[in-house]
């Protein structure tokens, strides 16, 4: 998600920590982190294409009010598909756990269709049903992060036991998109786990909620927009993203966004959430790392530091039991603003 303050899109106002859990998640494909605005701080955000899945498990008096193309409503928490539609998002101070699945990890540990997550934002209820309903519940009556990502790695771990997997071919062809950042031909792609064009797309489709061309798509658009954001001009973007020209960026990014590139830089740049996240269901987690969010004055990052003397639980695969060595033991360290 990112916000918007350019042409009526919203922004992050006040500033926000952000809080990453020791070693990432007890399983593979999920990127957790927790989010609490300042007194004061505002949320006004547009919600855009990635390629994962968005959970966001929200706590406290204040609820999101979602504008989207299903229509408002007002909810403690959400998910987004990989393709969202246009919706936006805005509260007044507000704090959440968000979880960010591949979409490999999507499938295993949602109770719906993948196919039925895009184009809307939706209730904890549509995915998890009451399991869902109850972790909110849970983590909003948590004592602290600690806890609260305590919840959700047993909630994971728990769901894990019984999660589908994803065909095999599925997930290499997923790993393939990734690794070469869209640029890949759906015919080589068939040809490399022996399927034919139309029993991968079909597969494909049915598993990760996406063709593999638009897959393929919005991944090659994310690295894009990270580019965009990160200060590359236009063409160096379309260059080193694989576009044939500007123009087929251009286009690109007008269909997932709806704006220009110029106008998608103005609406990263302004208050960016963005946290680095393994798209690859088959990445491990990773430690946890200082994320600084939004260009705000005040606007710091935190994380959860590691005692020297515990080690940190492995992740594991759905369907594959957590480490039990033992826990790591964690505190708050406040990081500098950058």
Do not use: N
Not at 104 to 133: H, I, S
Not at 164 to 183: C, F, L, M, N, Y
């Amino acid at each position: 998600m990112y916000g918007d303050d350019s042409e009526g899109g919203g922004d992050l106002e006040g500033g926000w920590d952000t809080v990453l859990p020791v070693g990432g998640t007890a399983v593979r494909g999920v990127h957790v982190a927790g989010y609490r605005s300042h007194p004061g701080g505002r949320l006004d955000m547009r919600v855009l294409p990635q390629p994962f899945v968005t959970v966001v498990l929200g706590f406290g008096d204040t609820l999101l009010h979602i504008e989207g193309g299903s229509g408002r409503a007002a909810l403690p928490g959400l998910v987004a598909g990989p393709v969202p539609g246009p919706t936006r998002i805005r509260s007044g101070r507000f704090s959440c756990v968000e979880l960010r699945l591949s979409p490999l990890a999507a499938y295993a540990f949602m109770d719906t269709a993948p196919a039925d997550l895009q184009g809307a934002v939706t209730g904890l209820q549509e995915p998890w049903g009451a399991p869902g309903r109850r972790l909110g519940e849970r983590i909003a009556g948590a004592g602290g992060w600690p806890e609260r990502f305590a919840l959700v790695d047993r909630f994971l771990v728990e769901r894990a036991a019984r999660a589908p997997t994803a065909d095999a071919e599925v997930a290499a062809s997923w790993a393939a998109i990734v690794a070469r950042q869209g640029r890949v031909r759906i015919g080589d792609l068939a040809a490399a786990c022996g399927w034919s064009r139309k029993r991968l797309w079909a597969r494909f489709t049915a598993q990760v909620g996406l063709t593999p061309k638009r897959a393929a798509m919005l991944v090659r658009f994310h690295g894009a927009a990270r580019r965009l954001r990160a200060g590359a001009d236009v063409a160096e973007a379309a260059l080193a993203c694989g576009y044939v020209d500007q123009s087929h960026l251009h286009r690109e990014v007008r269909e997932f966004t709806g704006c220009t590139p110029g106008a998608l830089v103005r609406l990263a740049t302004s208050a960016d959430v963005d946290v680095d996240v393994d798209v690859d269901g088959d990445a491990p987690a990773r430690a946890a790392h200082r994320v600084d969010i939004g260009t705000h004055p005040g606007t710091q990052a935190t994380h959860l530091a590691k005692q020297p003397t515990q080690p940190a639980k492995q992740p594991t695969h759905p369907g594959q039991a957590p480490d039990s060595s033992g826990s790591a033991a964690t505190h708050l360290a406040k990081g500098k603003t950058q």
